[in-house]
């Protein structure tokens, strides 16, 4: 009796280490709501605070750090790091940034990363793209929302734009956007918080030297990483009925870079289309692909896989930063639409042709740009990231995704996904042919592609 008690007690253990190494996930319908979930792990933060935001200002960022700064009074020993680019950061931001500085020497930390010019094999720049946060190594966020009012918004209704902006920049920046992120809990939140220690010993470096190391590794052993000891606990996340569990197998996260000669997001992004027999699924602020993947594309429609694409467009109510990028989207849709490239003198050729199974829509709301970052193959295995559809991803920033094999977290997906359709304005085979056909906006779409590296 006492044998097969002790047998039983080790069986419930071995259970418990099982269900302690799941990872439990939560698709957010907005950047909006990804804050909300960053604001309260916040506030219940006892060790450590990660942030690696790309941008960072405004409204949102005084939210966020007026929340650090009380916690930090809470919670002395909290260690708190943060790595994003000063461009978005206003005069009163920057008047809480000093002051945590002043008052906070030994916990508050912040590294901005800039853009390193690139002149070949294209003109670019590499900068740090990658979005991600977290707390205790417990819970996180992650995705393509950066932390600015512009992209913590709802994005299907058009906020009152602010124009007290300190930036520059900022005087042309939509008046809101449309983004998705996962908040999450588990195993993965120490794989994030590992690589963002990475990353901050990269641009650390580079503001010391001058000299970027391109390689996160260089930095495996030698960066601000630390063993967290004692955890958090957030009681809405625990009792969220959005979270689905998902076992370590099903989830991994992939990690890009100028330091790799093949991008490994690229590679997987054709690895999964290449997988694909049903339906693929694809939102994502720019629909330009570098040549490999759009091949890959080309061949799924040419064997009868259905793809929908949402993406940005021209239009009376689309914002004026789309105008720079979206016909170099727009000649991508004949090929999608018929499975091929074409002349100019096939145009009345085309038109007879068959249109493949491929439904291709422009997010349509007014002044709120589309900045999603998204697939799903299948119904079952999704992507969400901060990877664009677009050349500067694929050869110069550094970027981010989480890839799941669960049926019902991509049914949560499907459901957002269906709300942006919605709110999308469906493009005609007939369109597209004509902008396709047209020598100005098909050179236009060509010039744009060329210096997609630059947006």
């Avoid at 309260?40 to 650090?68: H, N």
């Avoid at 930390?109 to 002149?119: D, M, N």
């Avoid at 030297?209 to 960066?223: V, W």
Wanted: with cysteine; aromatic share 12%; charged share 25%.
């Amino acid at each position: 009796m006492k044998h097969i008690f002790t047998f039983l007690i080790g069986i419930l253990f071995a259970f418990s280490l099982i269900a302690e190494e799941q990872n439990e996930l939560i698709v957010t319908d907005n950047g909006m709501e990804m804050l909300q979930w960053d604001l309260d792990f916040i506030r219940k933060a006892q060790q450590s605070i990660e942030i690696s935001a790309v941008y960072l200002g405004g409204t949102v960022a005084r939210e966020l750090l007026a929340a650090i700064e009380k916690r930090l009074s809470e919670v002395p020993t909290l260690q708190v790091y943060i790595l994003t680019a000063p461009i978005l950061i206003e005069k009163e931001d920057w008047a809480i940034i000093n002051r945590l500085k002043a008052n906070y020497p030994k916990n508050f930390h912040l590294e901005l990363p800039t853009t390193v010019a690139v002149i070949w094999p294209d003109v670019s720049g590499i900068d740090h793209h990658a979005k991600l946060f977290v707390v205790d190594e417990k819970y996180f966020s992650t995705g393509g929302t950066n932390l600015d009012e512009t992209a913590c918004s709802e994005g299907t209704w058009t906020p009152k734009k602010n124009f007290n902006k300190a930036s520059v920049l900022s005087h042309n920046l939509p008046a809101g956007m449309r983004d998705q992120d996962v908040v999450g809990k588990g195993p993965l939140a120490k794989e994030l918080r590992k690589i963002f220690y990475k990353f901050y010993a990269i641009w650390e470096n580079y503001n010391r030297t001058g000299k970027l190391e391109k390689d996160p590794e260089k930095f495996a052993e030698q960066n601000h990483y630390f063993e967290v000891t004692c955890q958090t606990e957030v009681e809405r996340f625990e009792h969220s009925d959005k979270k689905r569990k998902l076992n370590p197998e099903q989830v991994r996260l992939v990690i890009c870079g100028p330091h790799q000669q093949n991008n490994v997001i690229t590679a997987e992004y054709i690895r999964l289309i290449q997988e694909a027999k049903e339906e693929i699924i694809i939102a994502n602020l720019y629909f330009c692909p570098v040549e490999p993947l759009f091949k890959a594309l080309l061949a799924a429609v040419n064997r009868g896989v259905k793809i929908t694409v949402i993406t940005n467009g021209v239009s009376d109510v689309a914002p004026e930063y789309t105008k720079f990028f979206c016909w170099a989207n727009r000649i991508h849709y004949v090929p999608l639409f018929y499975g091929k490239t074409f002349h100019f003198w096939d145009a009345w050729h085309v038109a007879g042709l068959p249109v493949k199974n491929v439904s291709i829509f422009e997010y349509h709301v007014k002044d709120i740009l589309l900045h999603k970052k998204m697939m799903m193959i299948d119904g079952k295995k999704s992507v969400i990231g901060s990877y664009n559809f677009g050349s500067r991803s694929d050869m110069g920033d550094y970027e981010l995704i989480l890839v799941w094999d669960s049926q019902e977290l991509s049914n949560d997906l499907r459901k957002v996904h269906e709300k942006d359709i919605r709110h999308s304005r469906q493009i005609p085979p007939e369109d597209a042919r004509r902008w396709y056909f047209d020598p100005v906006k098909v050179s236009l779409g060509e010039i744009q592609k060329r210096f997609h590296g630059l947006l």
